[in-house]
């Protein structure tokens, strides 16, 4: 596996990572060079080049606009293997494939909460809180990426005893008394998490 992967531009939003030794073909990142900054900060291109190592792939190894550091993969990574030669990964990749509504409010580390469409021009700069369910505690954590996407799926609307309501597509997961759970696979009266410090509006 590669330690340094130098990255060589294409054109405006493609970048090649050349083969080097033992790699059996070329990485390809889709990406504009301020998105690439951040690629490269948590060295997810490094995984891009490492998968180009795995025996019977096919063509180069890809990897999408919202790429981030994955388990084996980078989350955003694609690549196709040979049925014969190839290799069959189930960990290879992560499982955050999934979307909130635009109007979803969400807690900054500040203590106010903003849309999630209002993140657009500003994520960079904001950290948010998000629940650590191996710890059982709210953590501070950066944004690493901004996706604006149109649903390629089925869109549901979750409503709670308590007054919650989160629209979300189908693969969203929610946290459940048997684990995470797709919102797809929630039924009605099943009991899910929520967070209810609500912060205060920004201003």
């Not at 999630?116 to 700069?125: G, Q, R």
Request: charged letters at 25%.
């Amino acid at each position: 596996m590669v330690e340094q992967s130098p990255l060589k531009k294409l054109d405006e939003w493609r970048w090649i990572i050349p083969k080097q030794a033992g790699m059996h073909t070329e990485g390809m990142i889709f990406a504009s060079e301020k998105m690439l900054k951040h690629i490269c900060e948590d060295k997810a291109h490094q995984q891009v080049a490492n998968v180009a190592y795995l025996p019977g792939i096919v063509g180069r190894s890809l990897a999408m606009p919202d790429i981030h550091w994955g388990y084996g993969f980078a989350i955003g990574g694609v690549a196709a293997f040979d049925i014969s030669k190839g290799v069959i990964s189930p960990g290879g990749v992560g499982y955050d494939i999934n979307c909130l509504s635009g109007d979803t409010l969400i807690l900054t580390d500040l203590g106010y909460t903003l849309k999630i469409k209002d993140f657009e021009k500003i994520w960079e700069n904001k950290k948010i809180v998000c629940f650590d369910f191996n710890k059982d505690i709210p953590t501070q954590t950066k944004i690493q990426r901004f996706i604006k996407l149109k649903p390629q799926n089925n869109v549901y609307e979750v409503k709670t005893e308590s007054g919650l309501k989160i629209v979300a597509t189908e693969d969203h997961p929610f946290w459940t008394l048997d684990g995470m759970k797709p919102i797809k696979q929630l039924k009605i009266g099943q009991e899910i998490a929520g967070y209810f410090f609500k912060g205060v509006p920004y201003e």
